[in-house]
Every structure is written in C-alpha cells, then in structure tokens.
C-alpha cells in the first residue's frame, strides 16, 4: 500500500485516552490528521505522512480547515466528565463543537463521521438491563443528553447525504475500572483492542447511511445486546470486562 492509498481520517481527541490507544494501533494502517488542543504527544504516532493540527471544535471556521480532503471523521473530541458543567464546557465542546465537526465534513465532501456517542445515552435504564444497542435514549445528565443531541445531528445530516455511526461508547479500559469497577460497570467494559477494531470497521464498512452501534466487549452480562451492532459491522469482540475484574457475572 502506498502513502497515497492509505485513507486519510480527521481524528479529533486524538491526545485523549481512545484517540491515543487508536492511532497507536491504525497509525500504519491510515494517515490521520491528528486534532486535539494539545498537540504535544501526538508525534509518537506509528506510520508516516501524518500531520498534525492544533482545534478547538467549537472554532467553526477551524473546524472547516480541519475537514479539508478528509475522507473519514472520527470524532472523539468532547468533554467526556458526566459532571461537567454546561454553560462553560458542554455548550461549547459537547454541542456547538459536535454542530461545527458535522457541518464542515458535510461542506468539506467527507464520506462519514464516526462520532462517540456514550452508554450515558441509555443510563437512566434500570442498571442490570440489556438493552438494544439503538435503545430509545434515556439520560439522566446532561453530559448524557449532549451525547444524544450527538446522535440527533448525525442524522440530521445524514440526510444531506453525509454517513454518520454513532458509536455509544460504554466503560473503556482506565485505571478507574481496574481500581474499583463494579458488575454493573463490567457490563458496560470496553476494551482498547475491542474499542480499535469497532473503530476501524466504523470507518471501513460500507452502505451505511445513519446508523447507532454499542461500544463495548463481549461481557458475560452486557449492557447492550451487541446483535445490531454485530449484524451491521461483523464486529466479534474478544475481551469481557467480568474477566477482567475477576467477579462472578452470575451475582
């Protein structure tokens, strides 16, 4: 494969936890344009030809520069704190920045956003349920309610032709989960190798106009039924987060 074939993927978040375990693992796989406002680490990223830019999504007319001869977005940039406040970070980065990524892909010509969502989308289900990986939305903060206004405008945009995944991320793989995750977080485990390569088939699978997908492993107990998300992408994760924590899935 030469430079030249290789897509080339508008990662933004691309310093964060997700975005750094992905273009570690596709950065020979694509060529990223690497977004995130903290642009120091991104140069230990695997593969050549890369470039990197300094955005703040809620900057629409640095949103439209970034999008520029991009084939595919994924979009990992927000603010990812259920606690955080909305006048001073989830209007800017979690709303107006998730409006500004989709309206420059759509004017740059991109072919799909691929955008985190997140299982606070669904949380104010009764925490032991599974549910469909495109469950009606049901949060119960506004972290959650951000990430469904998310999902609202990939299909809103959708619609003018733009393909857009969003992808409802459960609880990927940090030091947290490890210290003291509990079952119901085990049934919400991603993680970074199942997250990676939900990822690339997000970006790779073709025919596919709007759709929402689960992010999270292959749990002994799952917070989403995996079915849509496996008939649509083929997706066969491998981890499952009980094994991880080493608790019993039966309790």
Known sequence: MTESDRQLILLTGAAGRI????????????RFRLADLNTDALADTPGTDHEIVRLDVADADACREACAEIDTVIHLAADPSPEADWESSLLPNNIRGTVNVFQAAHEAGCRRVVFASSVHAIIGYPPGETVADDAPPRPTNLYGASKVFGEAVASRFSADGLSGIA????????????????ATDAMAYVSARDLNDLLVRCVETPDIAYAIVAGISDNARKRFDLVRTRELLGYEPRDDGFNVLGIDATR
Do not use: K, L
Not at 19 to 30: K, W
Not at 167 to 182: K, L, M, N, Q, S
């Open 19 to 30: 975005g750094s375990a992905f273009r570690q693992a596709c950065g020979e796989q694509y």
């Open 167 to 182: 992808v409802r991320i459960g609880a990927y793989d940090a030091p947290w989960f490890h210290e003291h995750g509990t």
